[in-house]
């Protein structure tokens, strides 16, 4: 039995038809017939439209279709339609003035090289750029919420993110560091409403003066190329003493004018970074960390930016590439690229090490290169006999420094590759500063790498150097060892290194508590600032250091929590080594003192930017948040929304290595990068070790290489992320602007 | 109530200390506590051993444990302990003698590199060889049946696979192509058996004489590096002429005496390809692909091999990389590796084209160097003019030949990219061999190329050049190009790749029928085979020409069906193009004919190395087995587990191109090369087009690093890779005698 259906709910066209066969529902007990196919006019259009595909595809009636399907040189038939394309390209970009540059596009994140403008050209810069970007494809939002949460949640969730905001901003004024100023004109607009009054009031620093001595500088003419330094690096006016004593008070330095002040104990009046303080903005981080409502909002809203950047490129793919051809010259190759996070002991790779023993050894195989344990001076000769090698034999396979399966997860293993051939020695001979040669093949290899890098032009670097703090010549030594083997170069800017390693000491009986690692670290710098002629080498150094880090496994773990009941450093006395965020207080407090003495003097201040969420407790994180201006790895952010959020809306800067982690955390394609890059997050590509890692004689470009043929990036996301590396860096803030504004 | 437990399936430890507190059975009605940890000896020692462990990640009371934990310059404690590991690693290695190199470790695959070693020195050498490798980890299966499939299944399918095997010998030995050794040895095993004998001896050409010209070369004294050519590299002895005459019968050539046997219809009697033998061969290999039984089978035995690799590897790791350290001054960095797969029109990187076409505008701007459409002659200065282009604009993104996101499945838009500006002129210039200057320019860019393979000392490639079939004088042209411009290089051979553009040519009225394709490219061949002096040039040409390639789009649809009431080459007239296997089938048929012929004169031989298996149907790969002796790609393989096992068994070379699929056909991290490579297929690494995918100035390196990187390649593993890429290629056999025995 076939169902007459009244036709209401069918179109037209098939129920004209005989509009009986059509399904029944499923309850019905009679089978009706599958549809047929009803012949329609837009069936014919349809069918041509096929027609024309197959053609295209199968028969060759269409030249230029066929043509462009041919994986190699096409025959040279005219295809000058293909012009076509370039011209409907250049339609696209037709409004692009050939201003911008690097990254023509300005994907609306947070601008972050704005010191020195004021407000007036801060307006003009606006209204302009409303000029060079090119017409995009833009989404908007509409409707009464678009928070997805309710208005309860979100009223609570804004006021935790304001003030983690505000805590940050006290953070980086107290110590000189950068607070992006999009994010730094929001918080201002609230400072006056109660609810925020006190954090903000909490600190009024105001020690603009070192940064605005710069001058707002004229942007517009410059050349990429920054002027050329000439003459001696190393030679630097060395100003006279100004007298000041020192003193550390439960762990941080305190200045005083003169010996009587310190007798009196009447310190310059300082914004001391205070033990207590932290502590509460500590407790007041965890709070909102692992608050709930807060978590699903910060998560709702990092999708929510990752969603529209992944929109955004659909839309607009075709228009950024092309706006990026029209800027005249520049392409990803020929636009500076900092290596935001490279070590100095391993910044040659393994072949390049390979072959710089070697020729060590056919120039200078008798040079006394160190002593044995019995206190025997050897030759490099005698070395290579005791190792029972000849240079011959050598190979990259027995220096064994590249990370392999065995390293993943086994920092361990990781660190014991820094020894070729598994060998300290050679280690000790050829990638120390600090050995029986004074470091002099160290200089020297280092100083190779640098003129690769010079004649790459566009590539620089920031390597790491150790200070200890297990004696207090070790500044004056790695001074003496820059300037005597005048390991310098433009393209290159230090950064020092602090490992965890209180233990170690400790346990070997080099320092009798945590103190004297901070005055081992520290004193000698205040001394150097003090008065330039008490350590001119470390003052002439001191020009190229930009900041200090700091290292070591973060995947150990931490029994002690930080808190009121923990020792301050003149009590940490016993055999366990302190936690990660202790570390980071006392090197900030510190640092910030430091960074006001030394802006007092108009000498240059330094950054904070120490490994950070490589691995270990998301606790390190809070601790980066507060006192880093920014951070190496950040890999565990993938874990914290709340704090992922935030490290967005503070623009704080993360130098990744997603090859570095491939080999001991975290396998390529699980990364996080791709996704904090697509949320806006401020990260930049670094290769940590190219002599474990990397294989060509450009680790850089290998690494940018890897990242956009896994992540298929864009040139454009390539330059985004160059000129990310390029803000994150220490270089001058006018060798930054001569590389980035053009 | 508590159950009193008879202590029997307790241990006595537990049970004589109360042993009421064990869980009872699901169903008892009874709740019992958990059970309490009872304290043993065993507690102590466990516990102590975790003291230590947190011990050693927590407290450097041990120097050593907690020094190697630091990610950066070790201080100065003694640390020789390592050498504690070191020696344990030269255990291990200890039996190693350090002649092995490239690959030390045979891990168990069959050799290739063994056409001319006699049963005598083959017995010696695996004596030998025992004696180098390391006492391995070994994995022995026993018991009855291990095959895992019932035994009628296993015998069926075992048939399949031998008459399979047999079909490639066959086609291999007719056309002079490589099959090997073993694999051969074990199916002569198997000729005498009757059921066996009627394929076997459907073929018998025997046709050694060729081969065994090279005589056995003693390879134990010969240096890694083979005796340098001196002298012209293009002056060649010119033979007389043979006489011999040539036509082509249903598409095939046949070779004929003289003019008379020519009149006579006598051709010599060679066993010239058949397609019947083909259409049934292929028959029968389409029923073993699509056999459910046979496909589980080999489904099963390549899922054996895979478990079975990884085994090794986790058991070998350590030995095999102590044995390669054992190796004097060899590593991977200079070993010699074979791009197996690049385009000559895109083997330079983007970076060096933009250089190089500034370059020529600097130095040669007003050379003339193309006509445009009215017949008007144009300097380069004037082309740039009329792209309205300066030298100092131009730029990589507006070169525009990078492979980006538009391109992934995308394979017209990937090859419009072969326009630098998306402008043919450029191209025409720049990147062609036949254009108003000779290809000039090209001959240039591809020498400096050359250059960077030469100094780099261990890499080498094959250059794709195209021969069209539109005309006869293609290939004494393309010959000319090389000549002329000495376009040549000891680390560089010549494939010719052939395109399947008969549609486009008949759409153009260039060619009337399918046969004529075939004539414009093979009749010049046998031309010059016959009489060199008639081509003098394509005859110094061909010596470094080692193989045809074909290609284009795979992935297009095919409609037609090869079988036996397709039209003739001669008769193939229609506007559809003919599909894969009938381009593939009559390119091996005269290839066959011509390796026949130039073997008897003594002349050098060709190779059938086509794209197969990128995209498409599956019958590709089916083609790709019976013809080619290697091929590019295999992607699909992954989708034919009785292909893929025969694959294997033959050792048929596959160059695979990840980065290239990645931007077309499919992602890096879902590529089935790390797959292949742990099934022991005969795999290497290749770039295919440097010009659209790599980033640095040494593209293969480059495609190295990301494999390994991402697949955790082990340098035993890129070692092996390197050691296929030189067997695959088409250098000459005591090359690569010399590259890979030392």
Not at 507 to 527: A, M, T
Not at 704 to 718: E, F, N, P
């Amino acid at each position: 039995m076939e169902l007459p259906i009244e036709g209401n709910e069918l179109d037209e066209e098939t129920n004209k038809r005989g509009a009986a066969e059509v399904m029944s529902p499923m309850f019905s007990p009679t089978r009706i017939k599958f549809p047929k196919h009803i012949h329609t006019d837009v069936d014919d259009k349809l069918q041509a439209l096929a027609d024309s595909i197959l053609n295209r595809s199968q028969i060759g009636n269409e030249q230029v279709s066929r043509q462009v399907t041919a994986p190699f040189e096409v025959p040279e038939y005219p295809i000058e339609e293909k012009e076509n394309r370039s011209y409907f390209e250049r339609q696209f970009s037709h409004s692009t003035s050939s201003q911008t540059l690097t990254s023509p596009v300005e994907r609306s994140r947070p601008s972050l090289l704005d010191e020195d403008v004021t407000p007036q050209e801060v307006k003009a810069e606006l209204d302009e750029e409303i000029d060079l970007v090119p017409s995009f494809q833009k989404i908007s939002i509409s409707g009464e919420d678009f928070s997805g949460v309710p208005l309860k949640d979100l009223e609570l969730a804004s006021k935790s993110l304001v003030k983690a905001l505000m805590i940050r901003e006290k953070y980086m004024a107290l110590s000189h560091q950068h607070f992006p100023r999009v994010t730094a004109r929001f918080l201002k607009s609230l400072a006056d409403r109660e609810e925020f009054s006190k954090v903000k009031n909490s600190y009024s620093v105001g020690d603009k003066k070192s940064i605005e001595e710069f001058g707002p500088v004229s942007i517009k003419d410059h050349p990429i190329h920054p002027p050329l330094k000439h003459g001696d690096p190393f030679s630097i006016e060395m100003d006279e003493s100004v007298g000041c004593s020192f003193k550390f008070v439960n762990g941080v330095v305190q200045v005083f004018q003169n010996e009587e002040a310190l007798e009196k104990n009447e310190p310059i009046e300082w914004p001391y970074p205070d033990l207590d303080t932290y502590l509460d903005d500590q407790n007041l981080m965890y709070a909102f960390i692992s608050d709930g409502p807060l978590k699903s909002f910060c998560y709702r809203r990092l999708s929510f930016l990752s969603y529209k950047f992944q929109l955004h490129g659909l839309l607009n793919e075709m228009k950024e590439s092309a706006s990026q051809k029209e800027v005249p010259h520049r392409d990803f190759y020929n636009i500076r690229k900092v290596d935001t996070h490279v070590h100095a002991s391993s910044c040659m790779n393994q072949k390049h090490l390979l072959r710089f023993i070697k020729k060590k050894m056919k120039t200078s195989e008798d040079e006394v290169v160190c002593k044995d344990r019995n206190g025997k001076t050897l030759t490099l000769a005698e070395v290579f006999k005791s190792l029972n090698l000849t240079t011959y034999d050598l190979n990259v396979d027995m220096l064994d420094v590249h990370a392999d399966r065995n390293t993943f997860h086994r920092f361990d293993k990781f660190n014991a590759k820094y020894n070729p051939i598994g060998e300290s020695r050679l280690r000790e001979i050829f990638i120390k500063t600090d050995n029986y040669i004074n470091g002099k093949y160290f200089g020297h290899v280092i100083k190779e790498v640098m003129s690769d890098l010079e004649e790459s032009k566009y590539q620089n670097a920031e390597y790491r150097l150790s200070i200890y703090g297990r004696s207090r010549d070790e500044w004056d030594k790695l001074a003496k060892w820059a300037v005597e083997h005048r390991v310098h170069s433009e393209n290159v800017r230090w950064l020092v290194q602090i490992p965890r390693l209180y233990d170690v000491y400790h346990s070997n009986k080099l320092v009798k508590n945590f103190q004297e690692i901070l005055e081992n670290v520290f004193l000698p710098l205040f001394e150097a600032t003090n008065n330039p002629k008490s350590h001119p080498e470390l003052h002439a150094f001191l020009q190229y250091v930009t900041g200090f880090d700091s290292v070591d496994d973060e995947s150990k773990s931490e029994h002690i929590v930080f808190d009121k009941d923990t020792p301050l450093p003149q009590d940490w006395k016993t055999e366990e080594n302190p936690p990660y965020s202790f570390y980071l207080f006392y090197m900030y407090a510190n640092i910030t003192v430091l960074n006001m003495f030394r802006s007092g003097r108009g000498f240059s201040t330094f950054k904070f930017r120490p490994h950070c969420g490589e691995a270990g407790n998301v606790t390190h994180l809070l601790a980066g948040f507060m006192f880093a201006e920014s951070i190496a790895h950040g890999l565990v952010l993938r874990k914290v929304p709340v704090l992922q959020y935030l490290f967005y809306l503070s623009q704080i800067g993360i130098a990744m290595s997603p090859l570095s982690n491939n080999s001991l955390f975290l396998n390529y394609h699980r990364n996080p990068l791709p996704e904090y890059f697509a949320r806006g997050l401020n990260i930049s590509l670094s290769t940590d070790d190219p002599l474990q890692f990397h294989f060509t004689k450009e680790p850089l470009m290998e690494e940018y290489s890897i990242a956009a043929q896994v992540w298929k990036l864009s040139t454009c996301d390539m330059c985004e992320i160059s000129r990310n590396s390029v803000l994150q860096s220490g270089f001058p803030h006018l060798v930054k602007q001569h590389w980035l504004v053009s």
